[in-house]
């Protein structure tokens, strides 16, 4: 029987892989502006490609009246970063951002594939945020995430860019003041840390209607000002790491970086309050 030759299967995988600078691994809501829904658009806008990994997928964040969905399966997530490793695109990828987690079994798989991932691939560097909660709220994750974080992702991380209520938790003790941030981030600082970047930082030390961020590496630190702007709006913190994250692959200093992210969190929070809205508006 003649006819035309069987068509070779295409091996998708033989094929160049996409160009990607961030995989992003965080929350993600359908209607909102945190975790994912906010990193994503952020750091596009930088010019930068981001392949999103959710580790929760909500309608929205769970401040309004109704609410749907939830962590994403433990076998779905970690078949994603299986999948992202089968598809090549941690060869050109940069950074991994980690921000808002589920489960204590979701961050010891994460915890796992990171431990692997970051050997095999020395030029990639892990930047977290370690998304716990804060001091108007407290925690609102798993009782058991704070000590993984601490102990599973903070050894690994090249940097971290934490609150200043997460970053207590990090590091064990209250740190109100600057000199008391700068000493805990010394502190940590002398393991495989490169910087820590505080948001909110030092309370005590901060004037009214201000709102500070220290900055600390190795050979410097540095503590920045700016507005402190009234909003009801969440992902403030997601959208100031990816920006952080963003200035950075664009060159830009640690202490540069956080100036960036600083002044476009602050031009957003204006934004959102200058249309009353109760969600992050990206300008």
């Known amino acids: ?31 909102g502006r945190v975790g994912n829904s906010v990193a994503v658009p952020t750091l596009q806008s ?65 915890a796992d594939w990171l431990e692997r991932v970051l050997v095999e691939y020395p030029h990639l560097k892990l930047v ?9 709220v ?17 050894p690994m991380a090249h940097g971290i860019a934490p609150n200043a209520f997460e970053f207590e938790l990090v590091v064990g003790r209250p740190t109100p003041t600057y000199a008391e941030t700068l000493a805990a981030a010394r502190e940590l600082l002398e393991t495989n840390l490169d910087w820590v970047v505080v948001t909110s930082a030092a309370p005590a030390d901060t004037p009214p209607g201000r709102m500070r ?11 920045l000002e700016h507005e402190l702007v009234e909003s009801h709006a969440k992902g403030t913190g997601d959208l100031f790491a990816a920006a952080l994250v963003g200035a950075m692959l664009r060159g830009y200093s640690v202490k540069g970086a956080a100036q960036v992210a600083a002044e476009r969190t602050v031009a957003v929070l204006r934004r959102t309050a200058e249309l009353g809205c109760g969600e992050l508006v990206l300008v």
């Not at 995989?23 to 359908?30: E, F, K, L, M």
């Not at 994750?141 to 601490?150: F, I, N, Q």
């Not at 961020?213 to 503590?223: K, P, S």
């Open 1 to 31: 029987m003649s006819g035309e030759p069987r068509r070779a299967r295409l091996d998708r995988d033989a094929l160049t892989p996409l160009p990607v600078d961030v995989v992003s691994i965080q929350s993600q809501v359908v209607y």
């Open 128 to 136: 977290l945020d370690p998304v716990m909660g804060d001091g108007d």
């Open 138 to 154: 407290g925690l609102y994750v798993h009782e058991d995430t704070p000590g993984l974080l601490r102990d599973r992702l903070v």
């Open 46 to 110: 930088l010019g930068l490609d981001v392949v999103a990994v959710p580790t929760v997928l909500l309608s929205n964040v769970p401040h309004y009246d109704t609410l749907h969905g939830g962590p994403l399966p433990t076998e779905w997530f970690a078949g994603f970063l299986s999948d992202l490793e089968r598809r090549r695109a941690l060869e050109r990828a940069r950074v991994v951002l980690v921000g808002y987690l589920g489960p204590p079994e979701q961050t010891l798989a994460l």
């Open 213 to 223: 961020v220290a900055v600390v590496t190795r050979d410097e630190d540095h503590l």
